[in-house]
């Protein structure tokens, strides 16, 4: 099965804490783990659609997995994060919508949603998660 990535949009708290970390107040944000939720989706209609996740948001919307499994790759002005659900994470089969990057404060930096999909205990589950930064 080829490799999906989903496009992650960088949030506010990104760029505040970038500052803090520029002004030398703080360390720069460094990915260090992630969440999935079932939220921002739109099932208004007859077919769900994924919403964008708020620029100001501090929180997945209900948060179902929050680990530690995550490892990130600069590639030029992008970075690749590679977010893995092991096996047995959840009891049941769960679906979600959103996946967050946090970084090593535990603030919510990039966030993406997308059509829902279902994690089984069974398997293991691996997100590829893009994130670019303006250029401009």
Known sequence: MADI??????LGAFYDRLA???AGQTACPQ???FGVC??????SGETPVPEEPPFDAASLPG????????TAE???KSVLATAVIPEGA????TQVTAIGLYDQTDTLVAAVSFLPEWITPDKRYEHLIHMTFPEE
Do not use: C, F, N
């Open 38 to 43: 079932y939220g921002w989706i739109d099932t």
């Open 20 to 22: 803090e970390g520029v």
């Open 31 to 33: 990915i260090q783990s």
């Open 63 to 70: 948060t179902l997995i929050h680990s530690g499994l995550v």
């Open 74 to 76: 600069p590639s030029g």
């Open 5 to 10: 990535w989903k496009q992650a949009r960088v």
């Open 90 to 93: 959840v009891a049941e089969p």
